[in-house]
T-cell receptor, first 117, second 113 residues
Framework: GALVYQYPRRTICKSGTSMRMECQAVGFQATSVAWYRQSPQKTFELIALSTVNSAIKYEQNFTQEKFPISHPNLSFSSMTVLNAYLEDRGLYLC?????????????FGPGTRLLVL | GEKVEQHQSTLSVREGDSAVINCTYTDTASSYFPWYKQEAGKSLHFVIDIRSNVDRKQSQRLTVLLDKKAKRFSLHITATQPEDSAIYFCAARRTSSGQKLVFGQGTILKVYL
């Protein structure tokens, strides 16, 4: 079956430091990978969308300088939160889309919960 | 930009009754509408979805209705159980490549005994 793994599941970092999170698609090749953030008491905001053969597209209020993303192949993506501060805390979700032919399904990982001290 | 709205922040129902959660969307090109469930402290769990080529889809106690003219879709849960209690998020997306899911704000469903 199709699964999305994320690592780490939970992490704590000091204010001003950086942390890297990973996303792995298993059982399918992700035509696109999206990173979302759910801040406390809020809905899911798209940070950036990485699509095969296209540049990574960042949403307004999110930049490559703050959230650099690597998407080296169809199974793996990583994102770093640089200089994390309190407002960066939340649940970071990776969504991998399996799109092609009759298939079009988005699978989400369990998320990486970031706490900033 | 495109928006997906859930106007019910909280919905309380008695166990065994039905629950209906409504969503509206603005992007007329949206063609895929999934629903997700988030339990306390946990990630998103896929519940059910519907595509724009149909107006109704049922899976056991869950039914999704889609009204493309009104740009509205809804999740119907029958015979609710306490374990249905969670935050439910609706979302919408275009089918074409490179399109993002836009989420609603979430509806807290509370099923009480």
């Amino acid at each position: 079956g199709a699964l999305v793994y994320q690592y780490p599941r939970r992490t704590i970092c000091k204010s001003g430091t950086s942390m890297r999170m990973e996303c792995q698609a298993v059982g399918f090749q992700a035509t696109s990978v999206a990173w979302y953030r759910q801040s406390p008491q809020k809905t899911f905001e798209l940070i950036a969308l990485s699509t095969v053969n296209s540049a990574i597209k960042y949403e307004q209020n999110f930049t490559q300088e703050k959230f650099p993303i690597s998407h080296p192949n169809l199974s793996f993506s990583s994102m770093t939160v640089l200089n994390a501060y309190l407002e960066d805390r939340g649940l970071y979700l990776c969504g991998a889309r399996d799109w092609g032919g009759d298939q079009d399904t988005q699978y989400f990982g369990p998320g990486t919960r970031l706490l900033v001290l | 930009g495109e928006k997906v709205e859930q106007h019910q922040s909280t919905l309380s129902v008695r166990e065994g009754d039905s629950a209906v959660i409504n969503c509206t969307y603005t992007d007329t090109a949206s063609s895929y509408f999934p629903w997700y469930k988030q339990e306390a402290g946990k990630s998103l769990h896929f519940v059910i979805d519907i595509r724009s080529n149909v107006d109704r889809k049922q899976s056991q106690r869950l039914t999704v209705l889609l009204d493309k003219k009104a740009k509205r879709f809804s999740l119907h849960i029958t015979a609710t159980q306490p374990e249905d209690s969670a935050i439910y998020f609706c979302a919408a997306r275009r089918t074409s490549s490179g399109q993002k899911l836009v989420f609603g704000q979430g509806t807290i469903l509370k099923v009480y005994l």
